[in-house]
């Protein structure tokens, strides 16, 4: 039942006129890869640009956030993920269970700072295709097998709310 109306409130949602009167807003396509380049090939302008980071990208390694959103300007779209700095990328620098904790807090609120310091609309992907074997935090290994107790469905989701919390400015108590 959750499911369904789930879907209707999604239908609705889509129907042209259902932001109080007026047309839906085209949606915005991001690409990860060179703007100029996929224009030539499809004929279509994109003004979102799409970067993978691995963990504490930004703040402790890597370009800092702040040049990193204005080289992916003008809308950028992140993906934050678990791994570490390459050429380590297969390895994990922080599991679901200690972002669940507070263990990543710094980086998160690192992030969100420049978040508001760029002031203007961005996409955060906070680890995107969970159900997907080959991402460091996922629940399950590509045989459907759990992984070790650090990567639980459960520690996934409190990671996925700590960390939406954070980026959207809450409060102590609410991010514990």
């Known amino acids: 039942m959750r499911r369904l109306t789930l879907a209707l409130v999604c239908a609705l949602l889509l129907l042209p006129g259902a932001a109080g009167g ?5 949606p915005l396509l991001g690409i990860k890869g060179d703007p100029a380049r996929f224009q030539s090939q ?9 970067a993978l980071l691995g963990w504490d990208q930004g703040l402790g390694w890597g370009t800092p956030f702040r040049t990193l959103l204005a080289d992916l300007g003008p809308v950028p779209m992140i993906h934050l993920g678990t791994g570490d ?18 263990q990543g807090d710094a980086y998160l609120t690192a992030l969100n700072q420049a978040v508001s310091e760029w002031g203007r609309l961005i996409y955060v ?4 295709e969970m ?3 080959w991402n460091l935090y996922s629940a399950f290994k590509a045989s459907g097998a759990p992984k070790d107790p650090n990567h639980t469905t459960a520690w996934f989701k409190k990671a996925f709310a700590r960390t939406y919390v954070i980026l959207h400015g809450g409060s102590a108590p609410q991010i514990s």
């Open 22 to 26: 007026a047309a839906a807003p085209k």
């Open 42 to 50: 499809t004929g279509q302008v994109t003004v979102v640009r799409h």
């Open 85 to 102: 700095r390459p050429p380590r990328t297969k390895l994990e620098a922080i599991s679901p269970r200690a972002i669940a904790m507070g």
């Open 125 to 128: 992907r906070p680890f995107a």
């Open 131 to 133: 159900n997907g074997h």
